[in-house]
């Protein structure tokens, strides 16, 4: 989209509050204020020009939701095979661990070890520019305003520039999460390419593989060793019954035809879905079934399953899994969902590793 006059004019107030939100002879009060409307017009811009994918299937009707994903499941032979092969896997059994609270200072000393140990010199490079204008870019504190209750990252093309909000969660989850936010942002940084709901299946891999790296950094640290291990054992678990869904709602739209789904009333899919649950070892509310699969739920396992890959690289050989990581940030999002599986094949093997990952898990590691 251009940059219209209306536009120009929000950018001009977004440019005023921002020299006014550190301004030392206004009240913190009123600074408060200045902060939390920056923020909102931040995102607000970011939408504007960008509009997120979430948004256009927010607008198209459920029913035409579900025929996309159905025919999604239809043409993509290899990531549902992918997704049994996961979904074939067992349960980890573990305990929780309580949670610890971390001192800011404490958690940005984490993260630029963590941070550091993920990226080589260029991405570090980027990282340490977004860290050092965190006040704009990374709401690493936040609190105040209401963009900081969720994480979320986004890119602004007319600034030339990544943003990303994560939680004031002074907590070793908290930080992992920042770092899940800092790999979108790194990405973008990188190979910003647009946006295309063609490729937003695969829009979480980059951010997965910051995560799970970050937890497989950890695991090393004895200060943060058992949560980290609970942690991997979490995410499996979750990732796990996820994907046993997913199967389920690919099974409940392989049972529909697109004129069904065109013209079934929700009482007639209502049937359709609870038949399907029935038949099948996991259960699940029928509700669940009629929800979108493919931005819900399906990007994060995909990014999951294929995080797990370059984790196992890292172990291996660092500077391998360095060079695949960069491999993956370099593919353009604007190409068809085809194109894109092709260039990721061509970088890793995705589910080659999945038990050696699991017995990583359950070992503990030095
Ligand atoms: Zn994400």
């Known amino acids: 989209m251009e940059s219209t006059g209306y536009l120009k004019q929000i950018k001009k107030d977004l440019d005023l509050l921002n020299i006014l939100k550190d301004d030392p002879s206004l009240p913190q009060e009123e600074r408060d ?35 996309e994903e159905k025919a999604f499941f239809e043409n993509n032979d290899s990531i549902f095979d992918l997704l049994i092969s996961f979904g074939d896997q067992e349960q980890i059994s ?39 204008f965190k006040k704009t ?10 963009n900081a209750n969720k994480n979320v990252s986004f890119y602004i093309t007319t600034f030339n520039e990544a943003y990303s909000f994560a939680n004031k969660d002074l907590t070793p989850k908290g930080l992992i999460i920042l770092v899940h936010e800092l790999g979108h942002a790194l ?5 910003y390419s647009g946006v295309s709901y063609d ?64 013209f079934a009333t929700l009482r007639e899919f209502r049937h359709v879905a609870s038949t399907t649950i ?20 399906l990007k994060y396992i995909l990014g999951y399953i294929i995080a797990i890959e370059i984790v196992m690289l890292y172990d291996q050989n660092r500077n ?3 060079e695949k990581l960069k491999a993956l940030i ?34 503990p590691q030095k």
């Open 137 to 146: 870019q990374i709401n690493l504190l936040g609190g105040k305003n209401k």
């Open 278 to 297: 029935q038949d099948s070892s996991y259960k699940c509310n029928y509700q669940e079934l009629l929800k979108p699969v493919i931005t819900s739920n």
């Open 94 to 132: 573990y305990t929780d661990v309580k949670s610890t609270k971390l001192t800011v200072d404490d958690m940005e000393k984490t993260l630029v070890e963590i941070m550091n140990f993920i990226c080589d010199e260029e991405l570090f490079a980027k990282f340490i520019r977004l860290y050092n």
């Open 199 to 262: 490729t937003e299946i695969y829009s979480e891999i980059i951010s997965n593989v910051f995560e799970l790296l970050s937890t497989y950094y950890l695991a090393k640290n004895p200060r943060f060793h058992d949560f980290a291990k609970n942690r991997q054992a979490f995410y499996w678990n979750d990732y796990l019954s996820l994907t046993r869904k997913c199967l389920l709602q690919a099974k409940f739209l392989d049972t529909l035809d697109y004129e069904e789904i065109s």
């Open 33 to 67: 204020k200045i902060v939390s409307s920056y923020y909102t017009l931040v995102a607000f811009i970011a939408e504007y020009i960008n509009p997120s994918p979430e948004l256009t299937l927010e607008s198209c009707s459920r029913r035409e939701m579900l025929c």
């Open 187 to 191: 990405k973008m940084l990188t190979n």
């Open 320 to 322: 391998i899994g360095i």
């Open 330 to 363: 370099s593919i353009k999002d604007n190409i068809n969902a085809e194109e894109y599986l092709n260039h990721l094949l061509n970088i890793i093997m995705p589910g080659k590793s999945l038990t050696i990952y699991k017995n990583l898990i359950l070992n």
